[in-house]
């Protein structure tokens, strides 16, 4: 069974920068897209942004020009750069296989997730 571990949540100031990183335990990640999404409290989980197997990538447009998502297929890891941080990016952040060929925003569309990592961004 596919295993995928968060890490690199944090508290972190307005405007400041978080990196996560997505990695798989016995399982090899680099023939499948991975989505990063994030739930804040009394919120729906949303897509945050997806990589493809090829490198390909994909955005929300509350995210665009500050998260940059990347991914070494030969560590078997996916990170995701958060940049310019706000107050509304605060929420746990998952990542995810998605269990298709291309990506997607839609969580249905992802087979395995991680736990989750927290991101609080508060002066």
């Known amino acids: 069974q596919l295993q995928l571990v968060e890490s690199g949540g944090g508290l972190v100031q307005p405007g400041g920068s978080l990196r996560l990183s997505c990695a798989a335990a016995r399982s090899t990640l680099r023939y499948y897209p991975i989505g990063w999404f994030r739930q804040a409290p009394g919120k729906e989980r949303e897509g945050v942004s997806c990589?493809?197997?090829?490198?390909?990538?994909t955005y929300a447009d509350s995210v665009k020009g500050r998260f940059t998502i990347s991914r070494d297929n030969a560590k078997n890891t996916v990170w995701l750069q958060m940049n310019s941080l706000k107050p509304e990016d605060t929420a746990s952040y998952y990542c995810?296989?998605?269990?298709?060929?291309?990506?997607?925003?839609?969580?249905?569309?992802?087979?395995?997730w991680g736990q989750g990592t927290q991101v609080t961004v508060s002066s």
């Open positions: 990589i493809s197997s090829s490198g390909g990538s």
């Open positions: 995810a296989v998605l269990a298709g060929a291309y990506c997607s925003g839609s969580s249905s569309d992802y087979g395995y």
